[in-house]
């Protein structure tokens, strides 16, 4: 991990030093008393924590945030709920990239049992997202949300928002074609942007037809045929890229 997170709560309290964090600092950056580590606040601010004290029970520090505003990012990825192997990458690598959202839905041709997985119950997703802002040196972590089919999911996106969509079969243009201007000459950011990519089989006709409906765009990669974490990952890059 670059940065050590913590919960807006967990500061309060020294950290037990069984905690993988504590080990972390003490065992592969091997920081003693004194030292400085790069911490987080989740989804509040990084900064510089100092080591006050170490004992057998805990790790003493003291938090000082760099005072720098957390941005999110302006793009978020609407996709299918996947086998959780590939949807603990997703979490992970597109945290990690940096968006605002992350909408998973049953697609038509999702596997239903994947709904059911363990993954999805009491937001045991959350550690795979810490990871991917640790590993991103940043603490901003998405929003998650599910839905059990991909028309409830279009209900819930931001109304005004630019919306792409990755498909190997009716795509109208390359992704590198995208052109994005921003909503405002006095705000550098720009509009919301959505990336919807299909689930190990794609989308269905039925569903191609939905996301037109509501305003998506399809877009191509290339004519290679990509696994949806690596789907995701390609388009958000080219997309963040031109976000600026």
Known sequence: MNIVLF????????????????????EILKLKEGDLFSM???NKATGKAKIDKIDANYLYFTFHADGEPIEKSSVSLLTAITRQIDAKRILKNCT????????FALF????????????WKEKNYKEYLIEGAAQACACDIPDIFLFSNLDESLKSLPAKSIRVALDNYEAEKPLASLE??????????VQEIILAVGGERGFSNRERVLLKNNGFVLYSLGKRVLRTETAAVAGLSVILSKTG
């Open 7 to 26: 919960g807006p709560q967990e500061i309060e309290s020294p950290l037990k030093i069984n905690d993988k964090r504590a080990k972390h600092i003490i």
């Open 40 to 42: 987080g606040i989740i």
């Open 96 to 103: 990690t990239i940096g968006v605002s959202a992350i909408y």
């Open 108 to 119: 038509d041709k999702s596997e239903k049992s994947y709904f059911e997985s363990n993954l």
């Open 180 to 189: 994005l201007v921003n909503n405002s000459r006095s705000c550098s950011r």
